[in-house]
């Protein structure tokens, strides 16, 4: 008979100060990372809805049910806050912040009052971003991109958007000092380098390049918004400047963002394999090193974006072949989570469908960034539709889908409560196809040379665009399932114990939802490696 | 709320990561430096002339001792010599102040010749000496801006020493505000040069 | 690493300090006198190899890295490679259009 009183609440009701200001004021890392998810999520279905609606425009060539203008900002607008206020912090700000500090064995990250300033970091550049589509003469039109000389030029809110995107690049930044500093000094007692979780190893990574990459965005955005106030002619090659140096500055940062995106998300996946095939992680320095390893080759590759710029042939020549080496780790990854499954005791639970259809996905994703690589390829491939299903394929087939994994995974933990399995998986069966028939649509359209941000298209390109977005609305009602899932689940699912799943790590290892200070009085002390299931016996629920 | 815990090591290095990303917010100013001054040798010479060489250095010299007063200010404080920490950092104020001022005049008169982003003189001069004074205005300009912030800051602390709130047991503050303020002047020992002494 | 070990750093004697001061003052003197001799392009590396002189001192000893732990300096080190690759390979570019 399951059990559906949630007795003991843990952290949302054991807190200092009651009320909403407990939460608003809390420095309690479990806090603050369910306020994130909150936001987090509702930020994503704003995005997924624009996204919704660039597709029902291109259901037909022309205009269908908005004006090129309107297009513009529609896609800016969905790439904005999908890259900056969903991908972005997803995963680090918050299931980093839920979870690092309990899988260190720790009771809370090293600055938690800056922990709580990184989230109004991000409240404040969410209102921003609100205020900028909004206000004024609307919504920027430019791309999430911001390219000189038209987003110098343009009256649409470019400099207020500029501003939301610097402070949610302060959120990250903050949050990246935090994770880097708990790693190194809190510790518990027992836990090595090689006994951390491989979402501690991933989350490390990711931290260090926030630290050093998001900075170089805030300059370029600081300098976009002194010269559309001051016209100084930065990048007027007229006035001495080079438009290609903005992209340069610019890509210096938004290439290693990508592996801002992912690396938490291939960290969320070396979680679950293990615990679902009931092996340990194979080739865990492997895996741990190839994570910082792509955080430094993802520093090397940026102007591979900018084949088609008019920088130098020699320039060229370096970024394509610096970007096939970085591929090399990620396949390193790919390798040993398949290696993990064999002779494996699988379970396909909700979690573990996700990180096989992430793996699936991304490795479509990475093929895909190989072909761009080459810089003969991506001449023609540059600005096309192959282009849009590629990123698509890494960042929502990727890192979309190691979300909705962690969200399956640890929603459990950290709710107390188990959403319904069934329905789980028929909605990530309609999401897995509903998402492949979209973007592998693309990929072919792409090929076949139709150009991304046109509202409009050659009436060759019809066919694939009618199929992709139909495919659009099989994910729409895939998510909507999930969503409602999970939130059922949340409310009034079948209440769980410590260790639902059978995992190994410290997060396992106390109650559902934890208590404030995680580990009670008792700091921990850990003598057993992060996937070592001997012994360890899943709760029933 | 949080547990409380106290890491003194790790406050400081989270400092350290947090200066590195100035750092790295002032090296795309200087990358666009080196590009432009690669591509107009000449220009950025003339342009350098333009500059007045004594107020740069006076204010070179201004930070590089406001940079030793506030070191001198930790050692003071963890000797227990609170007297002495908090007139050291009054006076590692005063310098910044100083600095402020001395930018106002040079600035003052450089906008009065009509030097200023964006103006029309300036664009006259050609695209060599627009590029350098552009870079000049945003770098500097950023510089004074964390000049600013850096002294508030050791304001702010040298109060909580006062206070009592900073002691000879607890100082990390008093540190993490120092390290901010041998940012600001490291950033000028760089600025110095490559705007005012190119020949 | 356990946070409860804190060993309290010693503290820089004034006079460190204040001859380091020495030194920074003379390296400024030396930037201006040797920016007014014509080198020709050696003027701007000199130009940074001093201020990378200056900038050490101020480093190690004013901001007490030469005290701090190894991961410190580590820190350091990832700082100085990421922007030598940052501006390396932008001049890939740059030197060759």
């Given amino acids: 008979m399951t059990e559906t009183t949630l007795t003991n609440k843990g952290f949302y009701t054991d807190s200092p100060r009651s009320g909403i200001l407990g939460w608003l004021l809390s420095t309690d890392h479990k806090r603050i990372g369910i306020m994130y998810l909150c936001c987090i999520l509702a930020m994503f279905i704003v995005a997924a809805c624009l996204g919704l609606l660039i597709r029902l425009e291109l259901i037909a060539p022309g205009v269908t049910i908005m004006k090129a203008q309107t297009y513009n900002a529609t896609f800016t607008v969905h790439g904005i806050i999908m ?22 064995g720790a009771r809370d990250v ?13 409240v404040i550049g969410a209102i921003l971003a609100v205020v900028a589509i909004f206000s004024g003469d609307g919504a920027p039109d430019t ?45 518990a007692k027992g836990m090595t380098w090689g006994r951390l979780p491989m979402f501690v190893w991933s989350l490390y990574a990711t931290a260090w390049i926030q630290v050093l990459a998001t900075p170089m965005l805030g300059i370029t955005l600081v300098l976009v918004i002194l010269e559309r106030t001051f016209g100084a002619g930065l990048f007027d090659a007229a006035r001495g400047g080079d438009p290609v140096m903005f992209q340069h500055l610019f890509w210096i940062y938004s290439h290693p963002a990508v592996y801002i995106m992912i ?50 042939d020699f320039a060229i020549l370096v970024f394509s072949f610096l970007t096939f080496i970085v591929a090399i780790p990620s396949a390193i990854k790919v390798f040993n989570w398949i290696t993990t499954l064999y002779k494996g005791s699988i379970q396909l639970a909700p979690p573990m469908l996700f990180a096989l259809g992430f793996i699936f996905n991304f490795s479509i994703g990475g093929l895909g960034g190989l072909a761009l690589g080459a810089a003969a390829a991506d001449i023609h491939l540059h600005d096309t539709y192959f282009v849009v299903g590629h990123f698509h394929y890494t960042m929502f087939g990727g890192l979309g889908f190691a979300f909705f994994a962690a969200l399956h995974y640890w929603l459990p933990k950290y709710t107390g409560r188990m959403y319904n399995h069934r329905i789980a998986v028929i909605a990530f069966a309609l999401l897995f196809v509903g998402f492949n028939v979209t973007y592998m649509a693309m990929q072919a359209v792409g090929i076949q040379g139709m150009p991304r941000r046109y509202y409009d298209y050659l009436p060759e390109f019809t066919t694939l665009n009618v199929v992709a977005t139909l495919g659009s609305w099989v994910m729409a009602i895939g998510l909507i399932m999930m969503f409602y899932n999970l939130w059922r689940g949340v409310r009034k699912g079948a209440v769980v114990g410590n260790n639902p799943w059978g995992a190994a790590t410290l997060e396992w290892q106390i109650p559902s939802p934890p208590p404030m200070d995680n580990f009670g009085p008792e700091d921990p002390v850990v003598t057993k490696g992060p996937y070592d299931f001997k012994g360890v016996v899943a709760d029933e629920y | 709320m949080s547990i409380e815990h106290r890491d003194d090591t790790g ?56 940079s030793l007063t506030i070191a001198l200010a930790i050692t003071a404080i963890q000797r227990n010599k609170i007297r002495q920490t908090i007139i050291l950092s009054v006076i590692t104020i005063v310098l910044a102040i100083v600095f402020l001022i001395n930018k106002y005049f040079e600035w003052s008169a450089e906008i009065g010749h009509g030097i200023y982003p964006g103006s029309e003189h300036l664009a006259e ?43 000879s047991d607890r100082y990390t503050l008093l540190e993490n505000s120092a390290l901010y303020w041998h940012l600001v002047d490291l950033v000028w020992i760089f600025l110095f040069p490559l705007y005012y002494l190119i020949l | 690493m356990s946070a409860h070990e804190e060993h309290k750093h010693e503290p820089v004697p004034y006079r460190t300090f204040v001859l380091i ?15 007014r001799i014509h080198l020709g392009a050696l003027n701007i590396w000199v130009a940074l190899v001093i201020a990378s002189c200056k900038s050490s001192l101020v480093i190690f000893i004013f901001m007490h890295l030469k005290q701090e732990s190894r991961l410190f300096k580590l820190g350091l080190l990832t700082l100085l490679v990421i922007l030598a690759i940052f501006v390396g390979l932008t001049f890939t570019d740059i030197l060759y259009r």
């Fill in chain 1, 83 to 104: 890259i900056f206020l969903f991908i972005i912090p997803s995963v680090p700000a918050a299931f980093g912040n839920l979870v690092l500090p309990i899988q260190l």
């Fill in chain 2, 11 to 66: 406050a400081r290095f989270g400092m350290w990561l947090f200066l590195y990303t100035e750092v790295i917010l002032f090296s795309g100013l200087f990358i666009l430096y080196a590009v432009s001054l690669a591509r107009h040798p000449h220009e950025f010479a003339e342009a350098s002339h333009k500059l007045n060489i004594y107020f740069g250095t006076v204010n070179t010299l201004v930070l590089l001792t406001s």
């Fill in chain 1, 263 to 312: 690396l938490p998300g291939m960290g969320v996946i070396s979680e679950i394999i293990p615990t679902f095939a009931r092996k340990p992680l194979f080739g865990y320095w492997a895996v741990a090193v190839s994570s910082l390893t792509i955080a430094f080759a993802g520093s090397l590759v940026w102007a591979h974006h900018m084949y088609t710029s008019g920088m130098s």
């Fill in chain 2, 125 to 167: 001069m050609g695209p060599g000496i627009t590029v350098f004074f552009n870079l000049y205005y945003f770098t500097a300009g950023l510089h004074g801006l964390h000049v600013l912030i850096g002294s508030s800051l050791i304001g702010v602390v040298a109060i909580l020493v006062a206070k009592g709130k900073v002691t």
């Fill in chain 1, 143 to 187: 791309g999430w991109t911001f390219y000189v000389p038209f987003s110098t030029q343009t009256h649409t809110n470019v400099s207020l958007a500029a501003l939301a995107a610097f402070m949610l690049g302060m959120s990250s930044i903050l949050t990246g000092i935090n994770f880097v500093t708990t790693i190194h000094r809190l510790r």
């Fill in chain 3, 21 to 35: 001061w020495v030194a920074l003052l003379i390296l400024t003197v030396v930037t201006v006198v040797v920016s």
């Fill in chain 1, 110 to 122: 090293s600055f938690p009052k800056v922990n709580l300033l990184s989230w109004y970091c991000y």
